[in-house]
């Protein structure tokens, strides 16, 4: 017995190896047809390589926050109702490369709503990285000054969401229009994109201070998009 789980510790199977020791622990083994205790060995061992993929693209995502939409506190007075979250919750909307914006006041729970469908997606499986407005300028401008500024733009666009949370808390100036709208442009109606801001929609425009540019970024941004209007009393305390 214990050379078979040295073996499956060798082979690097921990999942097998954890299944074959609880079976064994437990008198389990002799109850077990060949084809059933394979079939509970390879299951386990494919959950627990699913689980450790899951925790990577967590960590590799870096989100802002711990946060999952089973802690999500879902009602319509807040701007979260509960049937949108659960439509969101299948992942429908990264299949359709579909856009989320989430606006509202400080301390209403943006962030969390944009890193909870984040958590969500990368337990889909899907890759994902949050951003806040000003970390990912400064990561294009150093990228930019290392002669990197390609290959930036393509790990943007292999992202199957892409989050960028305060949106308009610091105003586009320069090339910095125009590489923002090289990403939106890149994953428009093909990769999923989440923008947070406490800025309105309408506000918007005066982020750029090139309108042409502004026109563009914002046209393919607000069409078709989802949006969520966060309203109500600080939930900093709780999130």
């Known amino acids: 017995m214990d050379a ?94 579909a856009t989320i914006i989430i606006s509202g ?47 930036f733009f393509e790990r943007m666009e292999h992202l199957d969401l892409l989050i960028i949370d305060d949106f308009g808390m610091k105003r586009l100036e320069g090339s910095q229009q125009n590489d923002f709208e090289q990403i939106i442009d890149d994953r428009y109606h093909k990769k999923s994109l989440i923008l947070s801001s406490q800025l309105a929609v309408a506000d918007w425009y005066g982020i750029f201070s090139n309108e042409m540019l502004a026109e563009a970024c914002l046209d393919r941004v607000v069409h078709k998009s989802l949006r969520f209007d966060l309203k109500g009393d600080s939930m900093r305390k709780k999130y």
């Open 4 to 97: 078979i789980l040295k073996s499956f510790n060798t082979l690097h199977m921990p999942g097998m190896a954890s299944c074959w020791k609880t079976l064994t622990e437990t008198h389990q083994l002799n109850k077990l047809s060949l084809s059933d205790g394979l079939e509970l060995l390879l299951q386990s061992e494919l959950d627990n390589r699913r689980n450790n993929r899951i925790g990577r693209l967590i960590k590799s995502a870096g989100f802002k926050q711990q946060a999952t939409l089973e802690e999500l506190e879902t009602s319509d007075a807040r701007g979260i109702p509960a049937g949108a979250i659960t439509q969101l919750a299948s992942g429908e909307y990264l299949k359709n490369g």
């Open 105 to 151: 006041p400080t301390g209403t729970g943006k962030s969390y709503l944009a890193c909870a469908l984040g958590e969500r997606a990368c337990r889909l499986g899907y890759k994902v990285k949050y951003y806040t407005v000003n970390r990912l300028l400064d990561e294009l401008k150093l990228a930019r000054l290392e002669g990197h500024e390609l290959k």
